[in-house]
Nanobody, 119 residues
Framework: HVQPPESGPGLVKPSLTLSLTCTVS??????????WDWIRQSPAKGLESLGY???????YFSPSLKRHASIFRDTSKNQFTLQLSSVTPEDTAVYFC???????????WGQGTQVTVSS
């Protein structure tokens, strides 16, 4: 059984903060010209890019999430983490970490982890 790289709580109560960590094996997070994304998929919204962190540690977020999202990394553990504050049931989705190669092609995808926001 292969563990997915994404880890976090399966269930989160509304208004709290969701924290998901991607632990990458076989690839180095701070590789020049490669960015690391968080993407989610839900029946209502389909596939949605949330944001990414660059090889130098800069971040970019979808305008709809910028107010309450953050991404940071721990290069010593080859991990990067998404935090989403003030979650609502609309944040219920399968969350994936992925690597964005040059030309915006994704060459690595995690298996995904289900997150449900419910009281």
């Amino acid at each position: 059984h292969v563990q997915p790289p994404e880890s976090g709580p399966g269930l989160v109560k509304p208004s709290l903060t969701l924290s998901l960590t991607c632990t990458v094996s076989g690839l180095s997070i701070p590789t020049i010209n490669y960015y690391w994304d968080w993407i989610r998929q839900s029946p209502a919204k389909g596939l949605e890019s949330l944001g990414y962190i660059t090889n130098s540690g800069n971040t970019y977020f979808s305008p709809s999430l910028k107010r309450h999202a953050s991404i940071f990394r721990d290069t010593s553990k080859n991990q990067f983490t998404l935090q989403l504050s003030s979650v609502t049931p609309e944040d219920t989705a399968v969350y994936f970490c992925a690597r964005r190669a040059p030309k915006d092609e994704f060459d690595y995808w995690g298996q995904g982890t289900q997150v449900t926001v419910s009281s």
